[in-house]
């Protein structure tokens, strides 16, 4: 009669965590895998990325529209995306569970910029720019953002050992 390996933790929480270890680590970082550290240096290149257009945005928004505050609203959304962006990659980089925050940070933020972006515009060719950007760029960064935290929210990086000194 064979006998079942004995188990070294009989919590299922331990358990757990080290399967998700070797499956984190076990992800090589070469052309045609998925590696959190390639996706957080994308995201990170794309925070950085927006820094032009924020700066673009800041020079050639009218200074007053509706409101005294039109294109100030638009730079600080477009900031707020970057910065969310940015800070999700240097999490992913770095495999910090944090990162879940700032990507769905980051997928609402987009949306609202999608949103807003179609609903503001005027008929013709500016409404076809914005829906254009909400389609091709908006709302599949903001559907990737959202995926990602889903996923580390089922499947969080490990904890490293330092991580866990600090916290106590």
Same mark, same amino acid.
């Given at each position: 009669?064979?006998? =079942?390996?004995?188990?070294?933790?009989?919590?299922?929480?331990?358990?757990?965590?080290?399967?998700?270890?070797?499956? !984190?680590?076990?992800?090589?970082?070469?052309?045609?895998? =998925?590696?959190?550290?390639?996706?957080?240096? &994308?995201?990170?290149?794309?925070?950085?990325?927006?820094?032009? !257009?924020?700066?673009?945005?800041?020079?050639?928004?009218?200074?007053? &529209?509706? $409101?005294?505050? !039109?294109?100030?609203? !638009?730079?600080?959304? *477009?900031?707020?995306?970057?910065?969310?962006?940015?800070?999700?990659? %240097?999490?992913? =980089? %770095?495999?910090?569970? =944090?990162?879940?925050?700032?990507?769905?940070?980051?997928?609402?933020?987009?949306?609202? *910029?999608?949103?807003? $972006?179609?609903?503001?515009?005027?008929?013709?060719?500016?409404?076809?720019?914005?829906?254009?950007?909400?389609?091709?760029?908006?709302?599949?960064?903001?559907?990737?953002?959202?995926?990602? &935290?889903?996923?580390?929210?089922?499947?969080?990086?490990?904890?490293?050992?330092?991580?866990?000194?600090?916290?106590?």
């Amino acid at each position: 009669m064979k006998q =079942r390996p004995e188990c070294r933790t009989t919590n299922p929480i331990e358990a757990l965590s080290s399967a998700d270890h070797a499956r !984190w680590s076990a992800v090589p970082d070469r052309p045609g895998t =998925r590696s959190p550290r390639r996706l957080g240096r &994308a995201f990170a290149v794309a925070g950085l990325i927006m820094i032009p !257009w924020v700066l673009y945005l800041s020079m050639s928004l009218p200074k007053e &529209a509706m $409101d005294s505050h !039109w294109a100030l609203g !638009w730079v600080g959304l *477009d900031s707020c995306e970057a910065l969310a962006l940015f800070a999700t990659g %240097r999490f992913l =980089r %770095r495999a910090d569970n =944090r990162c879940t925050l700032t990507a769905t940070a980051a997928a609402a933020l987009l949306l609202t *910029d999608a949103w807003f $972006d179609v609903t503001a515009a005027t008929p013709g060719g500016e409404l076809a720019i914005a829906i254009a950007m909400a389609v091709c760029v908006e709302i599949p960064v903001a559907i990737v953002c959202a995926v990602l &935290a889903l996923r580390l929210i089922r499947h969080p990086f490990p904890q490293s050992e330092t991580a866990e000194q600090e916290s106590l």
